[in-house]
């Protein structure tokens, strides 16, 4: 009976019972020739059989077969990276379909792309399997000595076959380490080919001689236990000790940054100008797993080094050490693959499944398990952090990069950390969970999807820091904390300079610094004048001042919420000189009303911006830092008061700050006709300078708006993100979104409570004070709302009808026809608060000049 399938030698077929549907066999060699030399009779054979055969084509060596008409050539780039490779690979294998012969180029040079075993292990684990299934037949190698026990094992474990191949005096043995589901008595004996025969060395002498030459001629006996990521770092060690400065040392730092920064060009580029070998070395010994480190991380870790290395700047008198951990990319594509997700992730990356599938493996990623090496990694960083408080935050491949900020898109979670260690343990590794999941939030994937990365790698990495800070009473918190950019786009008065950047300073962690606040007023700061306000026309310092404060209470082992004179109440040590000032109006209205007389205080950071050199040192960190990256840069950094009451900084993100170009010669037309005028606005922009024509407004009414419940409140968001998914197209169909309060609270009582993802088509953003229901613009630049705006190319507008030269011409607007329910005829009870308005006859423009900080928006 003919055998389905074949090695192309009788012999070896022999000794295997034949190649049966669904086997994989891999080829362990000493060199590609080698697994060349068995690869020709499997084609020819092939050939004659008229089977489907395709060549996989991604190694940098010769290709194993020639151009023939009946053999497809998939020609693949590894170096895309793991995901996009694999996944290119599992849709040839499903376009292919059954019974299939495939043949691999070398998997050892998949190591030049990737640098892990572990991830080369990853592809075998979740191809084989594939082809197994679809009855294929698939030839693989890998080279004897480069690769760990580890990964081999994986392999072996996975295959079907898994045969050793030697080169010995001239001829060439076989050596079945695994044949599945198949034996004889002389099967797994090494095996001498003479031409098509293959003969078992029956004696002892023989095998032997042949089994101890072939463990002599690797020299290095222990090499097979490292993988190639950790020979990179072997080499390091040794360079290291013999001195810098040689040219192989710089070849070793740029491949170390290659495998372990990232793929960013400019921050490749940043990284290697900037780190030693010493360095890299460092990093890699607080490094969990292998692969990339991830943007955030990368961002924090070439800002520190850059301004330590900066001659004109004493960053050592300011900074706080860190004493951070990594965990490498490779670990979070490891969990996919070793908990059986990685089909379901295929389905979940394609059109159909983009968002469908999402929430199924979004839920199946917060229950997965950890492999024990990567479990006990973890438990290293619970020990040693031991009950100090720290953060885990994302630091995905594409965070913090040029263009791609993810500004909030992934979890960054604090844990408080307390409890006995087997607890503490289970919530580092639920929060680890948390994080991976959240690559697959709405929000995550509509960003991804608008900006076209939805089918590159995002291995999600992770930093682990210390929480910066110090326990006051029964909680731990920064004295401040907050964001820090060197450009800044939303100057508020003529003055101001956006070249000396902006501040948004807290009390407490930061939290309340990158999220918008509902019904708080973190300090929005211009550098260049920081004790002018933006709200300052409104003559009420504690209205539009910071309530609140994030800390974690370490009684309770949480995150939380507290107002400020709680914590004051508590006796924690604050600094009170410096940033608050006694609030005597407040004090002396509640004498007269009958209370209590207590000693009140505000947030205005008065002395601390005015009296000491913080101002100074954050600008010129932020200088430092923009001249380095070439390029405005946003930064999130904490700042403690040491035992002498020094001002210790320590800054924990740096990533480039997407701007827009000031474009100064928009010309904005004189003496337009009041009754033209939609609104006018002397500032309050951000977006720099436009000339841009609309074709949409989308107007949600303050008065009706405030009158609604709470639950129709939330249904109003909801309608807005519905209305906002008909603009298929931003240049076709440019549209403006006006709107009470602040766009994205969670509270509907301070505004519309959308999530980015409801309003990302709009062009123009406006907000409207709305002084009836106390509805009032955040001007909160810095935050991740607003850096979505920036980088989504929206402009954004506050309107405060109430001040002077300002104009809201409302009337116009509701003479105009309303088509809400044309487009959307369920949305008929909400068409006195909803009203969208198509732009035919007319032609509605908004300009703004940045420079003399005017916007208008008109019929023309």
């Known amino acids: 009976m003919t055998a389905w399938a074949s090695t192309g030698l009788k012999g070896l077929d022999e000794i295997l019972c034949d190649l049966k549907k669904g086997d994989n066999v891999v080829w362990q060699v000493d060199s590609v020739e080698d697994y060349g030399q068995f690869v020709a009779p499997y084609i020819k054979k092939a050939l004659e059989d008229n089977r489907n055969i395709i060549y996989m084509r991604f190694a940098k060596h010769d290709p194993l077969i020639e151009d023939h008409p009946e053999i497809t050539v998939y020609n693949l780039d590894a170096k895309g990276g793991f995901e996009s490779f694999s996944t290119q690979v599992h849709e040839i294998i499903s376009k292919e379909g059954k019974e299939a012969y495939y043949l691999f180029d070398c998997l050892s040079d998949l190591l030049n792309a990737w640098a892990t075993d572990l991830m080369v292990g990853n592809f075998f684990l979740i191809t084989c399997p594939y082809l197994f299934e679809l009855d294929t037949i698939a030839y693989f190698a890998i080279l004897r000595h480069h690769h760990s026990f580890q990964t081999v094992a994986r392999i072996r474990e996975t295959t079907q076959l898994l045969l050793d191949v030697y080169d010995f005096d001239g001829n060439f043995y076989v050596h079945p380490l695994k044949v599945w589901k198949r034996y004889s008595h002389t099967m797994f004996l090494p095996h001498l080919q003479k031409g098509e025969e293959f003969t078992p060395l029956m004696s002892s002498i023989d095998a032997s001689k042949l089994l ?43 491949e170390l940054c290659r495998i372990m920064i990232g793929r960013e060009k400019r921050i490749f580029e940043l990284a290697q100008e900037t780190f030693s070998l010493d360095d890299l070395i460092n990093i890699k010994s607080r490094l969990i797993g292998s692969g990339f480190i991830g943007g955030k991380a990368a961002g924090m870790l070439v800002a520190q080094k850059k301004l330590t290395q900066d001659k004109n700047f004493d960053w050592n008198k300011y900074s706080e050490p860190h004493d951070s951990f990594y965990i490498g990319s490779d670990v979070f594509y490891s969990y996919i693959v070793e908990n059986g997700w990685w089909k379901l992730l295929m389905k979940q990356k394609t059109k159909e499944g983009y968002f469908e599938l999402a929430d199924e493996l979004k839920k199946n990623m917060l229950c997965g398990k950890f492999p024990d090496q990567i479990r006990e990694r973890f438990q290293e960083i619970v020990e040693y952090f031991g009950q100090s408080p720290i953060i885990i935050r994302s630091s995905s491949l594409l965070e913090d990069s040029f263009g791609n900020a993810f500004a909030g898109k992934y979890e960054s979670i604090f844990l408080a950390n307390q409890g006995d260690p087997d607890h503490r343990y289970e919530q580092f590794e639920d929060t680890v969970r948390k994080v991976y999941a959240s690559t697959l939030s709405e929000d995550a994937l509509t960003y991804r999807l608008q900006r076209g990365l939805d089918q590159q790698d995002e291995q999600m990495a992770l930093l682990v820091q210390r929480v910066s800070g110090s326990y006051k009473k029964n909680y731990f918190l920064p004295d401040l904390a907050g964001v820090a950019v060197s450009y800044n786009t939303f100057v508020w008065k003529s003055h101001l300079d956006p070249e000396a950047g902006m501040m948004r300073l807290v009390l407490g962690l930061g939290t309340r610094a990158v999220d918008r606040m509902d019904d708080d007023y973190p300090q929005t700061i211009a550098l260049d004048d920081p004790l002018l306000r933006p709200h300052s026309e409104y003559d009420d310092v504690v209205r539009f001042s910071q309530h609140y404060v994030d800390l974690l209470d370490i009684s309770e082992n949480k995150l939380r919420t507290i107002d400020l004179h709680e914590l004051l109440g508590t006796g924690a040590e604050i600094h ?65 008061f040491d035992s002498k009451g020094n001002l210790k900084i320590n800054l924990v993100q740096c990533r480039p700050l997407e701007t827009k170009g000031l474009r100064a010669n928009i010309e904005i037309p004189d003496n337009i006709a009041k009754e033209r005028v939609l609104f006018e606005s002397p500032g309050y922009t951000m977006g720099g300078s436009i000339a841009q024509s609309l074709k949409k407004i989308i107007y949600v009414n303050p008065a009706a708006y405030v009158a609604l419940p709470i639950t129709e409140k939330y249904d109003i968001a909801r309608t807005v993100g519905k209305l906002n998914k008909t603009i298929k197209d931003k240049q076709e169909e440019p549209t403006i979104l006006l709107g009470p309060g602040r766009w994205g609270t969670t509270t509907p009582s301070l505004g519309v409570p959308v999530s980015f993802s409801e309003i990302n088509n709009v062009t123009v953003l406006a907000e409207i004070a709305y002084e009836g229901g106390n509805l009032m613009p955040e001007l909160s630049f810095g935050t991740h709302f607003f850096q979505d705006l920036v980088e989504s190319d929206i402009f954004y507008v506050a309107l405060f009808p109430q001040k002077e030269k300002v104009v809201f011409n409302k009337k116009r607007l509701l003479e105009m026809q309303n088509l809400l329910t044309d487009i959307l005829p369920e949305a008929d009870k909400y068409k006195d608060v909803i009203n969208v308005y198509q732009i035919d006859e007319e032609k509605l423009e908004i300009m703004c000049e940045i420079l003399s900080r005017k916007v208008i928006c008109f019929f023309s």
Do not use: C
């Open 212 to 254: 101890s030459n072939i463990s002599q001629k690797s020299s290095n006996g222990s090499s097979r236990v490292l993988d190639y990521w950790d020979r990179l770092f072997t080499k390091a060690e040794e360079l290291k000790r013999s001195g810098e400065g040689s040219k192989e040392t710089h070849n070793l730092i740029k």
């Open 576 to 640: 009170l000189d410096l940033v608050a000032t006694r609030d005597y109006k407040t004090a002396r209205r509640i004498k007269e009303q009958g209370g209590k007389a207590k000693e009140l205080w505000v947030l205005t950071f008065k002395k601390l911006l005015s009296e000491t050199d913080f101002v100074k040192a954050i600008q010129t960190m932020l200088k430092t830092l923009e001249s380095y990256y070439k390029y405005p840069v946003d930064t999130e950094f904490t700042a403690n």
